[in-house]
C-alpha cells in the first residue's frame, strides 16, 4: 500500500499545472485568481516534497488536495443565501461531468494521501 502517495503525488503535479494554466488564462483576463495560484503552488510543492521524499511531504499534500476539492465545491454554493440557483447554470452534459469530476479527482488525491502508509 506505499503506492498511494506515489500515485497522489503525481495526480497533484498534473492538477496543480492545469491551475497554473488556468491562473495564466485568468491573468489575460485581467483578473487575479489568488486562490487558484495558491493551490496550484501548494499541489506543486506537495508533489515535489512527497516524490522526493522529504519531510512533511504528504502533510502537505493532504492539505493541497483538500484545498482544492474546496476550491472545486465552489460553483455548488448557492449564488446568494436566500437559497437560489448555483453559481451559473450548467447546459452542456459534458460540461456537467466535467463539473462534477475535478472534485471527484481532488477528494480521490485526498483519499489517497490520507490512506498512504510511510515504511521506513
Same mark, same amino acid.
Given at each position: =500500500? ?41 499541489? =506543486? ?35 446568494? /443565501? ?23 479527482? /481532488? ?14
Amino acid at each position: =500500500m506505499t503506492w498511494f502517495g506515489t500515485v497522489s503525488a503525481w495526480a497533484a503535479a498534473a492538477v496543480g499545472a492545469l491551475y497554473a494554466a488556468y491562473a495564466a488564462l485568468q491573468f489575460s483576463w485581467g483578473d487575479v485568481p489568488w486562490v487558484t495560484m495558491l493551490s496550484a503552488a501548494l499541489l =506543486m510543492m506537495g508533489a515535489f516534497r512527497t516524490l522526493r521524499k522529504m519531510s512533511g511531504g504528504l502533510r502537505l499534500l493532504c492539505g493541497a488536495w483538500g484545498l482544492s476539492a474546496g476550491l472545486m465545491m465552489l460553483p455548488f454554493l448557492p449564488a446568494d /443565501s436566500s437559497g437560489g440557483e448555483g453559481s451559473y447554470a450548467i447546459d452542456a452534459r459534458w460540461v456537467a461531468w466535467l463539473v462534477l469530476a475535478l472534485p471527484a479527482i /481532488s477528494l480521490a488525491g485526498l483519499a489517497l494521501t490520507v490512506l498512504h502508509k510511510e515504511t521506513k
